[in-house]
């Protein structure tokens, strides 16, 4: 009798770290620092040190990008999978069409991944990435 309790009560256990494990797993985090104003889903961010957060291990994801621990712009994305690691941290900026610089893309240091954040124009041509 003791022993099916003793197995019933491991079960349990080992449901609940995989459980607690597999929810950590899908939610991130990660710092950014933009060196100048751009815009992302209409919303204009100053210069300045950021956290994007988002729930789900994508692809596709919602980012809530915060600063000073207040959230300031939500934005879809999708979460691409890298074969590396990214040597730091950077923030790919695109020129709109209407001369507009928008955060189009984001990648963490020692990461294998990277947010490629929804609401860029589809004219955009490229800018210079900014760390």
Same mark, same amino acid.
């Given at each position: 009798m003791k022993s099916s309790l003793t197995f019933k +009560? %491991? &079960?349990?256990?080992?449901a609940l770290a995989f459980g607690a494990s597999a929810f950590a797993a899908s939610a991130g985090k990660g710092d950014?620092?933009?060196s100048e104003k751009v815009q992302i889903s209409g919303t204009t961010l100053p210069a300045g040190n950021y956290t994007a957060k988002w729930d789900g291990s994508g692809p596709a994801v919602q980012v809530n990008i915060v600063r000073n621990?207040?959230?300031? +712009? %939500? &934005?879809?994305a999708k979460l691409i999978q890298s074969d590396r690691k990214a040597a730091n941290d950077s923030?790919?900026?695109q020129t709109a069409a209407s001369g507009d610089r928008e955060l189009t893309a984001i990648?963490?240091?020692?990461?294998r991944y990277a947010l490629e954040l929804g609401g860029?124009?589809?004219?955009?041509?490229?800018?210079?990435?900014m760390k």
């Open positions: +009560a %491991t &079960v349990l256990l080992l950014f620092q933009i621990g207040k959230t300031v +712009a %939500t &934005v879809p923030s790919e900026i990648h963490f240091s020692g990461k860029a124009s589809a004219n955009s041509k490229p800018a210079e990435s």
